[in-house]
């Protein structure tokens, strides 16, 4: 099911053809029914986890002090119902007084496509929207590049997409790339027959569409990322590997893989997630909610009981910015939600600020985040 389906059917905007899609996935099992009320619940509604003894102690203070008449019902029901719905107490009262800590003068907006090739004698080429490059069997239009297996000789580029960016791209063999913020990619511009096809995912984040060997002469294709080497067949997978990261993760969609590290192997079925620690050098592996670590590639922000801190690192690829906590406990704060990757920074800080007690100040590229008050 594509992530874009989801949320089009939650914004009630589903064509005929997509909405008979959406039905037979909905229709196919209990899981898929549980997921879309999940995230049906999440889009755009971050909710909190948040301290129960801090949270009464906030709900005391509140009661006690003077308030505006038209709130005062929401503390009698908050007070009666504060050990099932605390998240929800938190909502009404962060949104009584607060709202001078939800502006900021500068907007940050969003990243966009683009990317630099880096051409076999090392000459680099901008990639951006509104800009081509054509050269034998390489085509672009500054959105996604794509190869079609007609040079003379095999040569490898490098794609490399900065912070703020994101990038898509089509290899020789049909295969599908989707790359993340602050990551390169090394890939040969064409595969020979009879030899197995190997892309290395230098660092950062892809998620693959593999064509099928059948379509490849029999060829198995394999994803290189550091020490660890994902072999397959034909199917779909999403790597995430950044420099600054202690763990490669590798989470399968569809179809099944051969995970190799060192001389440990394992095997993958759709909904594995496998983790190698690079400082232990274990692997280990537990089934996800695939949604939750590739709806990136479709443009969403997917957070599932994520702390502040991991959010940050992702907000801070795509936005090009570097957040900072004014204190350990900040970071710790834990939030439900589905954001659009378009909503430029500000509007996705005012969401969570509105659920949580936090404020933030810019500054150039700078966002502090904070507890409200101090």
């Known amino acids: 099911m594509d992530f874009k389906l989801i949320i089009r059917k939650i914004e009630g905007r589903l064509s005929a053809e997509e909405q008979i899609i959406f039905d037979q996935w909905y229709d196919e099992s209990e899981s898929h029914r549980e997921y879309f009320r ?16 801090k949270a009464w102690l906030r709900l005391k203070r509140e009661i006690s002090t003077p308030v505006k008449p038209r709130y005062n019902w929401r503390y009698g029901v908050a007070a009666s119902l504060v050990l099932l719905a605390l998240a929800s107490i938190a ?6 007084d607060d709202t001078e800590n939800l502006v900021a003068e500068q907007v940050i907006e969003a990243g966009s496509d683009k990317a630099i090739l880096t051409l076999a004698d090392g000459t680099e ?8 490059y054509n050269a034998q069997g390489v085509t672009s239009n500054g959105e996604f590049i794509k190869y079609e297996g007609q040079q003379e000789k095999l040569e490898y580029h490098y794609l490399t997409i900065p912070r703020g960016g994101e990038f898509y791209m089509e290899l020789s063999d049909s295969t599908k790339v989707w790359l993340n913020a602050d990551t390169r990619i090394k890939y040969p511009t064409k595969f020979i027959a009879g030899q197995p096809r190997q892309v290395e995912l230098v660092y950062g984040e892809a998620y693959f569409d593999v064509s099928p060997s059948a379509h490849n002469h029999g060829d198995h294709f394999i994803v ?5 080497k994902v072999e397959v067949l034909g199917t779909e997978f999403n790597i995430r590997a950044y420099k600054q990261d202690r763990n490669t993760t590798t989470t399968l969609v569809e179809g099944s893989v051969q995970l190799e590290v060192a001389d440990q192997e394992i095997s993958m079925k759709p909904k594995d997630q496998v983790t190698f620690n690079y400082e232990s050098k274990g ?14 590639k479709d443009g969403f922000f997917s957070f599932n009981e994520s702390n502040l801190a991991s959010i940050a690192e ?13 204190d350990e406990e900040v970071k710790n704060i834990k939030f439900n939600g589905v954001f659009s990757r378009e909503l430029g920074l500000n509007k996705i ?10 404020s933030y100040e810019i500054e150039d590229n700078k966002i502090e985040i904070k507890q409200k008050g101090e």
């Open 38 to 53: 999940k995230v049906s619940s999440g889009y755009n509604k971050p909710t909190l986890q948040i301290n129960k003894d």
């Open 91 to 96: 909502f009404f009262m962060n949104n009584k």
């Open 125 to 132: 080429v901008d990639l951006q929207s509104g800009q081509s």
């Open 224 to 228: 290189a990322t550091g020490a660890q």
């Open 283 to 296: 692997l280990s592996k537990k089934e996800v909610v695939v949604h939750d670590y590739i709806s990136w």
């Open 314 to 326: 992702n907000l801070n690829r795509w936005y090009d910015v570097q957040i900072v906590f004014a």
């Open 349 to 358: 800080l005012n969401l969570l600020g509105k659920t949580s007690n936090i």
